[in-house]
Structure formats: C-alpha cells, structure tokens
C-alpha cells in the first residue's frame, strides 16, 4: 500500500513561515520525482513546487518562487516545502504527491503523478 503522509499545515499571520512534510512509504522513494500542489477553496488544484528523483533542478509557479523551497531526503523518504514570507493568497490545502515521470526536469502537470497524500491545510490570516 502506498502511503503520503502530510504533515506541517497549520495557521501563520501573513509574513510567517511553515515547513511541511510529506512521509512516503509503499514506494521505492528514490525512484520517484515528487510534487507539492494546493487547492484553494471554489479553484482548481494548481501546481506549487516539484523535484527530481535525485533532488536535482526544483521548479516552482512563478507566484512561490523566491519564498518556497522544495527539498527531498532520500535516506528519510521525505519531501520538505519550507514556506517562508506566506501571504493569505498561500492559504490552500497543500497536497504532496509522487510521480515516476523521469526527465531532468521534474513533473508539473498533475496527470504525470500516480500517487497523492491527503492534504494539509495552510492558512495565512492575521
């Protein structure tokens, strides 16, 4: 069975910053590109921040860049997204997901991800 476990989500005042964690298991971690997407209430789920297998080449929207960093730890089966300088327009739930898409650049479209966690909400409100 195949497990993404989110965790890290909470309320921050605008200017704040959160980690969040995503625990995989199921899966050869090291194997797989992995993604960070988020839903806003009444849009779609939209595409944040992605890395490859090896940890190589991150891409994030253009609204995250400069305050998001997306980081993996093999040895942990683990993908980080810090968040830093969060703005109420970040409050979503943030989805981690896992991609055997292999490319040196990694996945953003979500159709290239077989497997999702459940979320965890983010809200940026003072």
């Known amino acids: 069975q195949v497990l993404l476990e989110e965790s890290g989500g909470g309320l921050v005042q605008p200017g704040g910053s959160l980690r969040l964690s995503c625990l995989v298991s199921?899966?050869?971690?090291?194997?797989?590109?992995m993604g960070w997407f988020r839903q806003a209430p009444g849009k779609e789920r939209e595409f944040v921040a992605a890395i490859t297998w090896n940890g190589g080449n991150p891409e994030y929207t253009d609204s995250v860049k400069g305050r998001f960093t997306i980081s993996r730890d093999n040895a942990k089966k683990s993908v980080y997204l810090q968040m830093n300088s969060l703005k109420p327009e970040d409050t979503a739930v943030y989805y981690c997901?896992?991609?055997?898409?292999?490319?040196?650049?990694?996945?953003?479209?979500?159709?290239?991800?077989?497997?999702w966690g459940q979320g965890t909400q983010v809200t940026v409100s003072s």
């Open positions: 997901a896992a991609s055997s898409y292999r490319s040196s650049r990694p996945a953003t479209s979500s159709p290239r991800y077989a497997y």
């Open positions: 199921g899966i050869t971690f090291s194997n797989y590109g």
